[in-house]
């Protein structure tokens, strides 16, 4: 029977019998034995795909690529198909896919983004020509107007695409079908658009729980900058028992190409659901290896190309060798559960341990270092050195400033005082500049594990996070100025650390450094909106050097679950430490009434906390217990300094700003009102 591409009726139709038939193909591309591959005579060569006539075999190893082109007669079709990653590196290919981020802009369609990786791999190295010159020998064999398949898997599938829409767009080809198997996005929804319009005869087979079509993440909070499929995905969800399959089910889904009721109806877990479609395998042969074999017979047929690589050709049949290397992925996979739990908050008179000196939740301190937290978004730095600004009052009157640091070069501010009611000092981080927020939300997505914390073992952090604090004029500042508040109140007072989103972040690094190396006792941090900034390694190490550390979530913030934790690869992803407490509002007619506070587990990750949601809110991230954690100005973090404080103030090299008091004579805070005459602003 010849199968055809389109229906009578001139709609492009799904093909069941078609999609068999093109998984075989998708199937050999995977033969290491490139003879059997060449006569079509291996084992996968069999079956729908009988009879089928090899045109060209491309190996490149330099990149490890692999694809053929060939007729079928029966379809009337030249096949393309492009091999998927090597086996033995799945895991750590599919990993890698998490991070990729769409940074080429496809050529000659305006706002379509794809990652360059996917696009170099076909249009960058031999395919590409390689695939071109072998359909031109093609048409011209067997006509101008038989049809064309691209079809692949996994990585294959991301380079059918491409491959598809180049021989529509820049070739002028018509009749182009493109079937992929287990394909991971490649570009954005302005990409998806295009190629929806340009290839409609695209079908994206998926397979139940396939890790891969989930990967890089779709982010619908994000549409301007998230990964995006096209249409048309077939989702085929198999019915069994005790693991074997009996039957499968075919969905053909929505024209959105993003159908929340096919593949992202389930969570993509599955790397076995990946290899196999329809019951065949598309992996190699051989378990972690795949490596090319080539009878001496085939060397008549052979070229080199001007690297050095093997290739075999006689009349219209050609093969090109090149050279192989491996790549390192890691991978990682997103889970947001939408389930809601509610839970009593703590209500606590301001002590730090409880009687059996392990670490408790207060609320009273909750909402008084929320308060020093706003006010280090504070751009007067007269007012906050004097603690005269809006926000120096309330629970945190009385406070007095012992060190302000504003570091122009990496756009960070902070402060050191001491806290007479709470008898501790003070230490507090600013977060992001609110003009960039949904900017800086949306790089967290692909923040990787990159730096290994000195002297722990397996304990990985981001070396952005870390570096911020510990590569940056604020360290310094901030360990000098403790020393002299300790000289100035004692060497028993309390150390208190706090910070909101970024600066929460550095509340933790800071938090350890007092402990670790400055030798300090009685640290507490206390974080609002924090994002991860290690792995589980580093939250044990952190949990057990810092016990008395709560770090507070807001309803859907977002940011507390950036960078995304994977609990399929927990050696791999970030974790947070504990405790988290979960803020809940409770609102009537949109008004929030009050918050439900709860205590978390031990672990880090309480899945029946913020996890329980999906954390899709900016505007819960920028307010905690109904407290502003963001600049007073929209859009504008400007520094404004009076002459008042001029004699505290001193500028470094870098232009990066400092007001220190030297001695704790409370002449400066005493200042009611400073005038706004003579101000300088930066």
Not at 177 to 198: D, E, H, K
Not at 315 to 324: A, E, G, N, P
Not at 456 to 477: E, I
């Amino acid at each position: 029977m010849v199968l055809k591409l389109k229906s009578d009726d001139g709609p492009h139709v799904y093909n069941h019998t078609l999609t068999l038939t093109l998984v075989e193909y998708a199937s050999a591309v995977y033969v290491s034995d490139l003879t059997e591959l060449f006569n079509w005579t291996c084992e996968r060569c069999n079956g729908l795909t009988k009879g089928f006539e090899v045109i060209e075999i491309i190996f490149d190893v330099e990149h490890c690529l692999q694809a053929y082109v060939g007729v079928a007669k029966d379809l009337n079709a030249i096949i393309i198909a492009f091999r998927g990653t090597q086996e033995h590196s799945i895991q750590n290919w599919v990993s890698d896919l998490f991070w990729k981020q769409l940074d080429l802009n496809y050529p000659d369609m305006p706002d379509a983004m794809v990652h360059h990786g996917f696009y170099s791999a076909y249009h960058n190295t031999t395919l590409r020509p390689a695939v071109l010159g072998a359909v031109q020998r093609a048409k011209k064999s067997y006509g101008e107007n038989i049809n064309i398949i691209v079809t692949g898997h996994s990585m294959g599938g991301a380079m059918a695409a491409f491959c598809g829409l180049d021989l529509v767009v820049n070739e002028g080809e018509e009749n182009v079908q493109v079937m992929t198997f287990g394909q991971p996005r490649v570009g954005n929804a302005a990409f998806a658009s295009y190629y929806s319009l340009l290839v409609p005869n695209t079908f994206r087979i998926t397979h139940e729980h396939d890790m891969v079509p989930h990967l890089p993440p779709y982010y619908n909070i994000f549409p301007q900058k998230t990964y995006h499929h096209f249409p048309t995905e077939v989702w085929v969800r198999d019915l069994g028992y005790s693991n074997v399959v009996l039957a499968s089910v075919e969905k053909v889904c929505d024209n959105t190409g993003e159908d929340p009721t096919c593949s992202r109806s389930v969570v993509g877990n599955s790397i076995l659901d990946h290899l196999k479609y329809f019951g065949i395998d598309l992996k190699c042969a051989t378990w972690r290896q795949c490596t090319i074999v080539m009878s001496p017979e085939m060397d008549r047929f052979s070229r080199k190309d001007s690297k050095g690589f093997d290739s075999l050709c006689f009349s219209i049949l050609s093969f090109v060798w090149l050279d192989m290397e491996q790549k390192k992925w890691v991978f990682l996979l997103a889970i947001f559960a939408c389930l809601l739990f509610f839970s009593r908050g703590r209500v606590a008179v301001l002590k730090w341990k409880t009687d059996d000196d392990s670490p408790v939740y207060n609320h009273t301190l909750a909402l008084t270092l929320v308060e020093y937290t706003s006010a280090v978004y504070m751009s007067d730095l007269t007012e906050l050195f004097t603690w005269t600004c809006e926000r120096c009052n309330g629970l945190t009157k009385g406070f007095q400033v012992i060190e302000i640091i504003v570091d122009i070069e990496h756009c960070l501010q902070g402060y050191v005082g001491v806290a007479k009611d709470l008898n501790a000092i003070v230490i507090a981080f600013r977060g992001t500049q609110e003009h960039s927020i949904q900017n800086w939300v949306s790089d967290l997505f692909w923040k990787q594990l990159d730096l290994n914390y000195p002297d722990m073992p397996d304990a990985m952090v981001h070396h952005g996070f870390y570096s911020a604090y510990h590569n940056t004029t604020v360290r310094p500042a901030v360990l000098d100025a403790v020393k002299r508040a300790k000289k100035f109140y004692g060497e028993n007072i309390k150390i208190m650390v706090t910070g909101h989103s970024m600066g929460g972040a550095m509340a933790a690094f800071c938090g350890l450094d007092l402990v670790v190396n400055e030798g300090y006792e009685n640290v507490q941090v206390m974080t609002f909106g924090q994002p991860r900034i290690g792995n589980a390694a580093f939250a044990s190490y952190y949990s057990l050097l810092v016990p008395n550390t709560f770090r507070i979530t807001h309803d859907r913030d977002i940011v507390p679950h950036l960078p995304p934790y994977f609990y399929l690869f927990p050696q791999k992803t970030y974790h947070h430490f504990p405790t988290e407490v979960w803020v809940r509002d409770l609102s009537v007619l949109k008004i929030v009434r009050f918050g439900i506070e709860k205590v978390c587990d031990n672990t880090g990750e309480d899945p029946t906390c913020c996890r329980s949601v999906m954390g899709s809110s900016i505007s819960d991230h920028l307010t905690y217990f109904g407290v502003e954690l963001m600049c007073e100005t929209w859009r504008q973090c400007s520094i404004v300094m009076g002459h008042e404080v001029e004699s505290y103030s001193r500028k470094d090299s870098k232009g990066n700003i400092f007001l220190s008091r030297t001695d704790p004579s409370p002449e400066v805070t005493e200042m009611k009102t400073i005038s706004t005459t003579g101000v300088s602003s930066i």
